[in-house]
Nanobody, 123 residues
Framework: QVQLVESGGGLVQAGGSLRLSCAAS????????MGWFRQGPGKEREFVAA????????YYADSVKGRFTVSRDDARNTVYLQMTSLKPEDTAVYFC????????????????WGQGTQVTVSS
């Protein structure tokens, strides 16, 4: 069974940090772009960050640039999202996704999703 499982979410105070993990199983994703998206209360799902396969090029939403870092460990088939200087507006369910077209930010272009992990940032 091919699946993505996120972990690492939780409750943190503003200014704090969290690291999310996305463990893939069932096949290797080393050649796939892996993305992180989030969906806040009453909001649409939005792009956060992604990392391409092979070269590992990273790109970010402007709202998180300089605060979040996406990385991957293909030996562990795992993608990470290191989040620092968290703000209350970062509160959302965070999703990992696989298989996006190169450099895409469109969630419709990712074909495999995890179940999400809740991140809550208190002020």
């Amino acid at each position: 069974q091919v699946q993505l499982v996120e972990s690492g979410g939780g409750l943190v105070q503003a200014g704090g940090s969290l690291r999310l993990s996305c463990a893939a199983s069932g096949r290797t994703f080393s050649r796939n772009t892996m993305g992180w998206f989030r969906q806040g209360p009453g909001k649409e799902r939005e792009f956060v960050a992604a990392i391409t396969g092979s070269l590992g090029v990273t790109y970010y939403a402007d709202s998180v640039k300089g605060r979040f870092t996406v990385s991957r460990d293909d030996a562990r088939n795992t993608v990470y999202l290191q989040m620092t200087s968290l703000k209350p507006e970062d509160t959302a369910v965070y999703f990992c996704a696989a298989g996006g077209r190169l450099y895409t930010r469109n969630p419709d272009e990712f074909d495999l999703w995890g179940q999400g992990t809740q991140v809550t940032v208190s002020s």
